[in-house]
């Protein structure tokens, strides 16, 4: 099945619920397409509409895929290989639509109650019933992704709930968890 991610930079909140642009970091890149791997993505997009952040991704991209990093450490260049990085989400749903000749469901994700929900249990279903559909997860960096972005996508994963009220994780925590929650082989 199709399944790909995204890191969304801007538009993002910060913790007053302003709207702003996050920068890019090397942890971000490295666990995500870790995670990716390990679950079988298709494509990690790193969406950032800066030059400067841009060529920050390109230079280690280039150090991990081709430079000394990749002879160092063949499975971090493995990991690095899905992941790519475009100035908008537009640009994501753009270039997986010419792939897959289909647009991608955008699924959004938050740990703040939203509309339109669906649970992990039915969008793993989903994922497994319809192989061939696209399906992009938007991940938001910040305090999370912008309302203004919100309104584009078609639906809103369920926020991942611990034991009590406090729930702001790290996103590569929170990629990690869906992952295994949509792909995991173990369905406990």
Known sequence: ??????L???????????????????LDMHDLSRAATTYGVEGIWIVH???PQQRFLARV???WRDGWGAAYNPTRKEALARLEQVASL???????????????????TSARPAPNRISYGDLRHRLESNPDEPV?????????LHPDLLVDLDIMLDPIKGPGDWNHLSVRAAVGIILDRLRGSDRG
């Open 1 to 6: 099945m199709p399944l790909h991610i995204a």
């Open 8 to 26: 969304v930079h801007f538009p993002t909140v910060n913790k007053a619920g302003d709207a702003v642009c996050t920068s890019v970091t090397n």
């Open 49 to 51: 509409p800066y030059e």
């Open 61 to 63: 991209l280039r150090h």
């Open 90 to 108: 537009d640009d994501v749903v753009s270039r997986m639509s010419a792939d897959s000749q289909a647009r991608p469901l955008l699924v959004g």
């Open 136 to 144: 992009l997860l938007v991940f938001g960096t910040g305090w999370g």
